[in-house]
């Protein structure tokens, strides 16, 4: 894993730059609010930031299990292109409907897979099956295991390019919704009492959503915690 600094007017600006300088994609390394500070009269704002990325386990062909979000991105694109036809329309679309159904079939659920959405290196496959709390798992970990798999066999058949997302029953949108109000109303309890809150393991997209949910508000701070793939944010009050 490479750890590399970045610096601009705000988030989005130094992510672009790191994106940029990397030649990653925005959802292919991992973002940590490093410092942030805003216009004011005597100083011009800016964001400093730490971004996690295994810069040669993207490049490789293999497409290694990574151990950051290149193949884990959990989001759901609120501009995403949605079709009427949920059929499969290429050779690469099919195959991966065909290995995500067989998948969980050879589980021992029945399944569906759809179409979900289409963008430039990101398609969304839905799963509308009679267990899909259990194909979702607590926290949606079944789901993100799931997902993960059909990246690498995308990459497997020489589609490494893309990134699958999988859904169900709305899920990741849910669980972004939710995220952003545990946000909010952790900030609030760490203003009330004057500490800091832990909160539970969570995948590189959902640290980050946290991050960028609390980075304008000038008395809170984020910062991750932790090894491995599920780390911890943790949200302390910082004083204004």
Do not use: C, W
Not at 90 to 108: C, L, N, Q
Request: proline letters at 2%; glycine letters at 6%.
């Amino acid at each position: 894993m490479n750890t590399f600094e970045f610096e601009g007017k705000n988030e989005k600006e130094a992510i672009e730059i790191a994106a940029a300088e990397l030649g990653l994609e925005k959802d292919q390394f991992d973002v940590e609010i490093l410092e942030a500070q805003k216009n004011s009269i005597f100083k011009k704002g800016f964001v400093r930031i730490r971004v996690h990325a295994d810069v040669s386990a993207v490049n490789t062909n293999d497409r290694k299990y990574d151990e950051d979000d290149s193949a884990f991105d959990g989001s759901v694109s609120k501009n995403r292109s949605l079709f009427e036809d949920p059929l499969p329309k290429d050779e690469f679309e099919k195959k991966i409907v065909d290995f995500v159904a067989s998948v969980i079939r050879k589980m021992g659920y029945e399944v569906t897979v759809e179409i979900m959405s289409r963008e430039e290196k990101k398609i969304g496959l839905k799963l509308i099956s009679r267990s899909s709390s259990i194909l979702i798992g607590r926290k949606g970990k079944n789901l993100d295991s799931l997902q993960l798999l059909a990246n690498v066999y995308a990459g497997r058949i020489g589609r490494e390019d893309m990134r699958v997302i999988l859904d169900s029953e709305n899920y990741r949108i849910r669980r972004e919704e939710s995220l952003v109000r545990l946000a909010y109303t952790t900030a609030d309890r760490v203003r009330m009492n004057r500490g800091s809150v832990l909160l539970e393991p969570m995948n590189p997209f959902e640290r980050r959503l946290i991050h960028t949910t609390l980075n304008d508000i000038s008395d809170i701070d984020t910062k991750s915690e932790g090894e491995g793939l599920y780390k911890q944010v943790r949200v302390f009050y910082k004083g204004r």
